[in-house]
């Protein structure tokens, strides 16, 4: 129990207080004593705290800004009496969310999304730690850490990303949100499927999977019911051939992998059936190799150029079908194969075909049924 004069803790038989001398009470005690463990869940008006002036315990009503301490009178805030006892546990105080250390989560929220508009993700990745250190089942918190993660400055951002339907934030915002969060969270996600059926160009849509991961694909293209895909990243790293010696792009190993392995073990039979064959043309400076018709192939050193706002940001090397470029005198070198740098930059005298650093983004064409 505690000393009704002082708060000093003493022993449940105490008759006088060890710190002032107070003659102790022990059923007024034993009272104090319990109001300390009330359940802060199971009150709706009023709550344990201790006075900040002489410590004695109180019970203050969390509808009201001030409170009086029974014990020495003084008048204190209800949120400073709450900070004192130092329990766990949220109460609402007005319109406001207050947990027992004095913090206001409705004010740390506000400053998270004042973070993430800002693109502070390293900062509001912290406020929300801290918020869920006191209150783990905040859906909001949740919430503004799949932004982080995703990088959003502001929640509309979350309907043009990639799906996110298997993120651990996600996932927990959905677990902990109010019925209002669970139903914007579920706009975004229908609204990507949405946006996957009817894809425009530039948009980042998924296609295919390979373990269980989603493919994406750059929208290059859209006519007449079809896209143009370019994969967002390399699936591989393998030689444009697989053996050394000349070789065009309609003879090598990459092409046959591209339109067997590849098609059939990453895509369904559904899906595959949705992939259109495409004429491929020998390039206008790089007229060697025959013409070909493929499903799935690589863009050549024109296709590049022409796309090439697209391409850049990419931090890995990248084929091409095109065949390399002699330095000395502009001539066709089949022992090499152009490709895009890791900085976004076409190198048209290309790699020896062996080199298996470099990556492979394939591209499609795919029917579209507009909904």
């Known amino acids: 129990m505690y000393c009704m004069n002082c708060g000093q803790s003493l022993p449940d038989t105490a008759k006088f207080c060890m710190k002032c001398g107070t003659p102790q009470n022990s059923a007024s005690s034993m009272e104090s004593s319990n109001s300390v ?7 709706k008006s009023f709550v344990p705290a201790m ?3 002489c410590n004695a315990h109180m019970k203050v ?7 009086r301490c029974e014990a020495c009178g003084t008048e204190c805030l209800v949120q400073d009496a709450i900070k004192t006892l130092n329990v766990r546990g949220n109460v609402q105080v007005g319109n406001a969310t207050i947990n027992v250390y004095g913090t206001n989560i409705d004010n740390l929220l506000q400053r998270v999304e004042l973070m993430l508009a800002d693109g502070d993700y390293r900062g509001a990745v912290s406020r929300c730690e801290t918020i869920l250190d006191s209150d783990p089942s905040n ?8 932004m982080a993660n995703l990088e959003c400055r502001r929640r509309s951002e979350l309907a043009s990303q990639r799906l996110f339907d298997q993120n651990k934030y996600f996932v927990k915002a959905i677990q902990f949100g109010d019925e209002n969060l669970k139903t914007e969270l579920q ?14 160009k530039g948009d980042e849509i998924y296609f295919g999977s390979i373990n269980g991961q989603r493919i994406w694909w750059k929208v290059l293209d859209v006519r007449d019911n079809m896209a143009c895909l370019l994969c967002s990243s390399s699936v591989a790293c393998m030689p444009y051939h697989a053996r050394g010696g000349s070789i065009s792009w309609s003879k090598c190993s990459l092409r046959t992998w ?9 895509f369904t039979p559904e899906e595959r059936e ?48 095109s065949p390399g ?47």
């Open 187 to 200: 706009g975004y996600i229908k609204a990507i499927h949405s946006r996957c059926r009817n894809p425009h």
């Open 37 to 43: 463990t009330v359940n802060t869940d199971a009150l």
């Open 61 to 67: 009503d969390v509808s009201s800004k001030i409170s």
């Open 258 to 266: 591209l339109n067997n392995d590849f098609i059939n073990q990453y």
């Open 51 to 53: 006075c900040p002036n």
């Open 274 to 321: 949705k992939i259109l064959m495409c004429n491929n043309v020998t390039d206008r400076r790089n007229q060697v190799g025959d013409s070909t018709s493929d499903k799935v192939f690589l863009l050549s050193i024109d296709e590049a150029g022409y796309l090439f706002d697209s391409t850049r940001a990419i931090c890995s090397a990248w084929w091409l079908r």
């Open 139 to 146: 859906g909001n918190a949740y919430l503004y850490l799949l």
């Open 325 to 371: 470029i002699t330095v000395r005198n502009g001539g066709i070198n089949t022992y090499r194969a152009s490709f895009v740098d890791f900085q976004g930059r076409i190198d048209s005298m290309g790699s020896f075909i062996y080199d298996d650093r470099i990556g492979v983004r394939p591209v499609m064409w795919v029917r579209i049924v507009p909904t």
